[in-house]
């Protein structure tokens, strides 16, 4: 259990934004660079050649379901190629075996957030995900990458609907 560092409340596991929100103060907290999340991202340990958007960290060559991406491990974020973000979440989705979980309303604040591409460096665009899971993601279609925070693709794979 984490609690927030603001009011000491208990924070939720679960993350928005990549980061656990105070229900109470509405701070946000990183997840420390430690504790597993679900993504089981393996981080390869070379350099993928990009800045994260996020907190400019470079980036390493990770493996997620055995399909090439960039993955930041300072905010855990991930960069996917368009095609590989949906053969990872139909693959996923397919696989959950648990109930799924009534995703969250989307939070208005976070279509507010402008992020770089990590490879043209020109503003991704920010969107509804428009499948499962309530999440907003940034995307540069010139580029054809996908940048989803951590906690996200949990929630996609986990969201309650069709499989």
Not at 27 to 45: A, Q
Not at 71 to 90: N, Q
């Amino acid at each position: 259990m984490i609690n927030c560092r603001n009011c000491g409340a208990p924070l939720p596991t679960e993350l928005e934004n990549g980061r656990h929100v105070c229900e109470y103060c509405d701070s946000g907290v990183v997840p420390r660079p430690d504790c597993n999340l679900l993504e089981e991202v393996v981080d390869l340990g070379r350099d993928a050649g990009v800045d994260c958007p996020v907190c400019q960290n470079r980036m390493t060559a990770a493996l997620i379901d055995e399909s090439s991406v960039s993955w930041c491990s300072g905010c855990r974020g991930m960069l996917f190629v368009d095609e590989v973000f949906a053969k990872t979440v139909r693959s996923r989705r397919a696989l959950y075996r648990e109930a799924g979980r009534i995703p969250k309303p989307l939070d208005p604040r976070a279509s507010e957030r402008k992020l770089p591409c990590a490879h043209c460096r020109r503003p991704m665009q920010v969107h509804p995900y428009y499948g499962p899971g309530n999440v907003v993601i940034d995307s540069c279609l010139p580029c054809r990458f996908v940048w989803v925070d951590a906690g996200e693709l949990t929630r996609i794979e986990q969201a309650a609907g069709r499989r």
